[in-house]
């Protein structure tokens, strides 16, 4: 009698780098102690600066979740930062909510949104998909212009807004006080999303990812799998996108153009998405690399940026964060064959 195994889903890796146990915690050290001397270091430039890669950080992020590990292309990420935004700017522009309540209402809607536009989109794959996603950052600048909005976007002029201030009479200024909530919120996202990636969950995205045939076989629901990682996606983005409306102090149409999405997918794709540590490096070369191109040639920036993000394509296809693994795993292949 002929058996059939049982196919197995492995679990997306969380670790980088692979094996490195040792070399992990002393990462996350490192990260902590720049994070708490950057207030006292830094000036107020420099802290903006960290507190927009922090925030880029969560929205790459949640399209790691869905593109690199739920296998979903989205060009609308924009669109979802957008919506955060301008629920936050609302919420206080109105006097409805304060700050700490504004920051989750607008991921809370921006999860609701992006289940409603995910549920439709099943139908849709590959570069079907990519283009409805598209579709959505390219139009959502101009509903927010339109004279029916306007009561409350506040039309082509958009929304003035003010940074919170640091509560209970803490000695911090504004800018240092919100670079420390942008901060905690990331690293509550990070955890949220490597425990979402790690478990059972984590396992059912990949395999609708890798296999969806087998996957249904195995009992699990396609359809509910890939929308509710579509919203915990458009989360992210909301969430990113309600803290950079207190950051910036102003949201504006023109600011969330396609040019957006397209920043958070070259994030992604730089870094690495298929890695969670990949989101924060590729935010770093998305808030970055412009200022430096800019330095380098006032003339032409942009032909900088191309040429930089075409060489790392090039060098690192998987992204930097594969890059380095495959340059461990190398070392380390090389040292057990010199001990042998």
């Given at each position: ?130 283009l409805a996603t598209f579709s959505l950052a390219v139009t959502t600048p101009y509903v927010l212009k339109s004279h029916m909005l306007e009561p ?184 057990q064959a010199v001990a042998r």
């Amino acid at each position: 009698m002929t058996t059939i195994a049982k196919p197995t889903l492995q679990t997306p890796s969380t670790r980088w780098p692979p094996g490195g146990a040792r070399l992990t915690p002393l990462l996350i050290a490192a990260g902590a102690c720049v994070a708490v001397a950057a207030p006292c270091l830094a000036s107020g430039y420099q802290l903006f600066v960290l507190t927009m890669i922090a925030i880029y950080a969560i929205a790459i992020l949640g399209l790691n979740i869905l593109a690199g590990f739920n296998g979903q292309i989205s060009l609308g990420q924009g669109a979802f930062f957008a919506i955060g935004a301008y629920v936050t700017g609302i919420l206080l522009a109105t006097e409805t909510a304060p700050s700490w309540a504004a920051v989750p209402t607008a991921a809370i809607c921006c999860f609701v949104v992006g289940f409603l536009f995910g549920f439709p989109a099943l139908r849709l794959e590959g570069v079907y998909l990519g283009l409805a996603t598209f579709s959505l950052a390219v139009t959502t600048p101009y509903v927010l212009k339109s004279h029916m909005l306007e009561p409350w976007t506040g039309g082509v002029q958009g929304l003035v807004l003010s940074k919170p201030q640091a509560p209970w009479g803490l000695p911090l200024s504004d800018d240092q006080w919100l670079y420390s909530v942008c901060i905690i919120v990331a690293v509550l996202a990070f955890w949220l999303g490597r425990n979402i990636l790690s478990g059972r969950i984590g396992r059912a995205i990949v395999a609708v990812r890798d296999n969806p045939t087998a996957a249904e076989a195995m009992g699990i629901d396609l359809a509910i799998t890939k929308s509710t990682t579509f919203a915990v996606s458009a989360l992210y983005a909301g969430l990113a996108g309600a803290l950079a409306a207190l950051a910036t102090e102003f949201v504006s149409p023109d600011t969330f153009t396609v040019t957006l999405s397209i920043s958070l997918l070259v994030g992604s794709v730089i870094g690495g998405n298929t890695s969670i540590i990949g989101a924060p490096i590729g935010a770093a070369f998305v808030v970055l690399l412009p200022n430096l191109a800019d330095q380098v040639s006032k003339a032409a920036p942009s032909a900088i940026f191309g040429i930089v993000l075409i060489g790392l394509v090039l060098v690192a296809p998987m992204g930097l964060v594969g890059l380095t693994r495959r340059i461990w795993t190398a070392h380390r292949s090389n040292r057990q064959a010199v001990a042998r």
